[in-house]
């Protein structure tokens, strides 16, 4: 069974840093564009960062440039998300999801991915 599990949440104070991990069991991530999505209290859920399959290939939505990266380890079948510079405004779960295996590259709309995890909540605050 194809399974997504993100950790790495926390609190954490503004300007401070976290770094998320998604790791699959089930299948071979790097098979997969994954995307980094995150849904605040009363928000829609938005589409943060996304990595291709190949992984030469990422896109940030604007909240997350010049302050996140992500990229991949297939080596130990993970994708990560390295978040700089915190704000409150960050708070929220984050999920990852990985798009089905006939797409190499990414997007940041959730509609085009079919498998989720459960998410990890990222508490910014004083």
């Known amino acids: 069974q194809l399974q997504l599990v993100e950790s790495g949440g926390g609190l954490v104070q503004p300007g401070g840093s976290l770094r998320l991990s998604c790791a699959a069991s089930?299948?071979?991530?790097?098979?997969?564009?994954i995307g980094w999505f995150r849904q605040a209290p009363g928000k829609e859920r938005e589409g943060i960062s996304c990595?291709?399959?190949?992984?030469?290939?990422?896109n940030y939505a604007d909240s997350a440039k010049g302050r996140f990266t992500i990229f991949r380890d297939n080596a130990k079948n993970t994708v990560y998300l390295q978040m700089n510079n915190l704000k409150a405004e960050d708070t929220a779960v984050y999920y990852c999801?990985?798009?089905?295996?006939?797409?190499?590259?990414?997007?940041?709309?959730?509609?085009?991915?079919?498998?989720w995890g459960q998410g990890t909540q990222v508490t910014v605050s004083s």
């Open positions: 089930g299948f071979t991530l790097g098979n997969y564009a």
């Open positions: 999801a990985a798009r089905p295996p006939l797409f190499n590259l990414c997007v940041l709309s959730d509609s085009h991915y079919n498998h």
């Open positions: 990595i291709s399959r190949s992984g030469g290939i990422t």
